[in-house]
């Protein structure tokens, strides 16, 4: 059984960026898409975008000027990057194992807020 | 890009039948058949509940189900019971994105 884990601060300043990394365990991240998936609080779900295993990414256009995410399979682990943090970043993170755009498994998720 | 449209709540008794649906356009739903549904718990990850329009992962019972007409696609929880009671969201697949939709909650009465 797949399993991911989100680890990264907590609390990121404005203007900043916030790094995030998720470390795969109980399976091999090759041949496959992972992805990452926020939701700020009281709010819906947005994908922010996948990499490949061979570290082809895509990204939301929506957010894709400030968003880089990258593969790192000698260590089994993904992660993401997002420049000039503002409030309305202020989400719960989620990592997740992407099937074709389908998500059959998650992270618990890490909370991030913006503030100074 | 906007968000597939969900009705924000709806309600059944145990045992009933509810039906949530969820309306993209002719760029997502109407075209692919990459929908997912997924039901989340206050403060837990979302767990995938449907995908590819009507397929159940292994371990979600059968009362779940998915369905697709043009660009809307449904799911249908039958026989409710009061575990079923959390917020539901739709994922359809849009030229290369992922777009999900704006969220359900369901109330078990």
């Known amino acids: 059984q797949v399993q991911l884990q989100e680890s990264g601060p907590g609390l990121v300043k404005p203007s900043e960026a916030l790094s995030l990394t998720c470390t795969v365990s109980?399976?091999?991240?090759?041949?496959?898409?992972w992805s990452w998936i926020r939701q700020p609080p009281g709010k819906g779900l947005e994908w922010i975008g996948y990499?490949?295993?061979?570290?082809?990414?895509n990204y939301n256009p929506s957010l894709k000027s400030r968003v880089t995410i990258s593969v790192d399979t000698s260590k089994n682990q993904f992660s993401l990057r997002l420049d000039s943090m503002t409030a309305a970043d202020t989400a719960v993170y989620y990592c997740?194992?992407?099937?074709?755009?389908?998500?059959?498994?998650w992270g618990q998720g890490t909370l991030v807020s913006v503030s100074s | 890009q906007s968000a597939l449209t969900q009705p924000r709540s709806v309600s059944g008794s145990p045992g009933q039948s509810v039906t949530i649906s969820c309306t993209g356009t002719?760029?997502?739903?109407?075209?692919?058949?990459?929908v997912s549904w997924y039901q989340q718990y206050p403060g837990k990850a979302p767990r995938l509940m449907i995908y590819?329009?009507?397929k159940r992962p292994s371990g979600v019972p059968d009362r779940f189900s998915g369905s697709k007409s043009g660009n809307t696609a449904s799911l249908t929880i039958s026989g409710l019971q009061a575990e079923d009671e959390a917020d539901y969201y739709c994922?359809?697949?849009?030229?290369?994105?992922?777009?999900f939709g704006g969220g359900t909650k369901l109330t078990v009465l």
């Open positions: 990499v490949y295993y061979s570290g082809f990414a």
């Open positions: 590819g329009v009507s």
């Open positions: 109980g399976g091999s991240m090759s041949d496959k898409y």
């Open positions: 994922c359809s697949y849009a030229d290369s994105y992922t777009r």
């Open positions: 002719s760029s997502d739903v109407g075209t692919y058949n990459s």
């Open positions: 997740a194992s992407d099937d074709y755009g389908n998500y059959p498994h």
